[in-house]
């Protein structure tokens, strides 16, 4: 069963906009990755953040974790047509592989 | 370097009949791990290595095995194929540890009628 749900399963923005996805967990863990994926091809690792860390940066990418809340949140700033792609979050706990949500589909319209 | 590397990228079968998928890397990575992805359920975890020698089911192991001769190679094998294993297949695999990013194949695309 998935750990991380994905919060909204679709996303439509303009281009230069801040894109905000969120994703909910159920159990303790180690880390939590955003990967993306775009259409037809393969997932690509965007960041990690392990489970004492709060906020990651990584270019136009900031990842926050609550671990109280067993929530994230990935904040693309500035948004072009070429960020449009769907995003997953995957969270690893204990000894256990890591299990991905459902994704959210970015659309950054032009 | 190639990553993980995904043969066939598409592929039909009837019902019945068998096939494997092969996944291969170049990174010298001792975790591997394959994926089904279903439109609205995400990805899910089929089986997975943590070494030559080493397998493990995940989440949705029922109608595929595995096998790990080696570390480059990780092939998945569909005994006797059923619509319901109608998916994308991705590959994944990573280095020396317990955590850490994924590097993905690019998929491959089985249809069984």
Redesign the interface.
């Known amino acids: 069963s998935q750990q991380g749900e994905e919060d909204p399963q679709a996303l439509s923005i303009q281009e230069g906009e801040n894109a905000t996805m969120n994703c909910s967990y159920k159990t303790s863990i180690n880390n939590l990755q955003w990967y993306r994926q775009n259409s037809g091809r393969g997932l690509v690792h965007l960041i990690l953040i392990r489970s004492n860390e709060r906020e990651k940066h990584s270019g136009r990418l900031r990842v926050t974790l609550d671990t109280s809340k067993k929530s994230s949140s990935l904040l693309i700033t500035a948004s072009r047509a070429a960020d449009t792609a769907s995003y997953f979050c995957a969270t690893e706990a204990g000894n256990t592989p890591l299990v991905f949500g459902k994704g959210t589909r970015l659309s950054v319209i032009a | 370097n190639a990553g993980?590397t995904q043969t066939p990228k598409f592929q039909v079968l009837k019902t019945g009949q068998s096939m494997t998928l092969q996944c291969a890397q170049d990174m010298n990575h001792e975790y591997m791990?394959w994926?089904r992805q279903d439109p609205?359920?995400?990805?899910?975890?089929i089986h997975?290595s943590v070494g030559a020698g080493i397998t493990d089911q995940?989440?949705v192991p029922n109608g595929y095995n595995v096998s790990r001769s080696t570390t480059e190679d990780f092939p998945l094998r569909l005994l006797s194929a059923a619509p319901s294993q109608t998916s994308v297949y991705?590959c994944?695999s990573r280095g020396t540890g317990?955590?850490?990013?994924?590097?993905?194949?690019?998929?491959s695309r089985l249809t069984v009628l």
């Open positions: 993980v791990s994926y609205g359920m995400g990805l899910r975890l997975y995940g989440e991705f994944a317990r955590t850490g990013e994924l590097f993905f194949g690019e998929g």
